[in-house]
């Protein structure tokens, strides 16, 4: 599975980002989907978490009410919508699937796409 984020960019404080998380290759048998971030001398953090069919969402609490995440499993794609911005959401956004193949689940990473929020 391959994953292309984007939609990172500099925003002000206040200002909104919509990310996108695109997978491609052996995408069937994708389950849960996530965002998670790492901001520079911090570990990695889950943001959002959304499952196979999209009817369960789970955020961290810094976002939670600002950050909507979704998904068009036709699309094969995710996404965060980020609104009321904050300077500490400045970080590197990655995307996260699972996949499981009979017994054995596999997790895929994308590069990362940063976000910059200036106050």
């Known amino acids: 599975v391959q994953l292309v984020e984007s939609g990172g960019g500099l925003v002000q404080a206040g200002g909104s980002l919509r990310l996108s998380c695109a997978a491609s290759g052996s995408t069937f048998s994708i389950n849960a989907m996530g965002w998670y971030r790492q901001a520079p001398g911090k570990q990695r953090e889950l943001v959002a978490g959304i499952s196979s069919g999209g009817g369960s969402t789970n955020y961290a609490d810094s976002v939670k009410g600002r950050f909507t995440i979704s998904r068009d499993n036709a699309k094969n794609t995710m996404y965060l919508q980020m609104n009321s911005l904050k300077p500490e959401d400045t970080a590197v956004y990655y995307c996260?699937?699972?996949?499981?193949?009979?017994?054995?689940?596999?997790?895929?990473w994308g590069q990362g796409t940063q976000v910059t929020v200036s106050s």
């Open positions: 996260n699937v699972q996949r499981r193949v009979g017994i054995s689940e596999y997790s895929y």
